[in-house]
Nanobody
Framework: QVQLAESGGGLVQAGGSLRLSCAASGRTFSNYAMGWFRQAPGKEREFVAG????????HYSDSAKGRFTISRDNAKNALYLQMNSLKPEDTAVYYC??????????????????WGQGTQVTVSS
């Protein structure tokens, strides 16, 4: 299995930026499609962005499109989420997730099999 650990969360003003990181260990990182989900207080966990094994294909939620960028570095076993133009409604715990995929171009858009512990992002107005 793969172990995941997020970092990079914090408190930022509206309009600001944050870069989340997810460090993976355990198995061959490049065999896993990866994704970011988030959960705000009182709400269900929701999809934010997903990326294929190679990093060549990505997909975003409507709320993330145009503001967030997901990327990965397979040599460093790392996943990233660059978040720009942050809004108070982006406040949530952000989780990275992984799913073993056969196809290299498949993008993870549903909850994976492995999760990190989450990192808190708080956007003040």
């Amino acid at each position: 299995q793969v172990q995941l650990a997020e970092s990079g969360g914090g408190l930022v003003q509206a309009g600001g930026s944050l870069r989340l990181s997810c460090a993976a260990s355990g198995r061959t990182f490049s065999n896993y499609a990866m994704g970011w989900f988030r959960q705000a207080p009182g709400k269900e966990r929701e999809f934010v962005a997903g990326i294929s094994r190679s990093g060549g294909s990505t997909h975003y939620s409507d709320s993330a499109k145009g503001r967030f960028t997901i990327s990965r570095d397979n040599a460093k076993n790392a996943l990233y989420l660059q978040m720009n133009s942050l809004k108070p409604e982006d406040t949530a715990v952000y989780y990275c997730t992984a799913k073993l995929m056969v196809y290299t171009i498949a993008v993870l858009t549903t909850p994976g099999d492995y999760w990190g512990q989450g990192t808190q992002v708080t956007v003040s107005s």
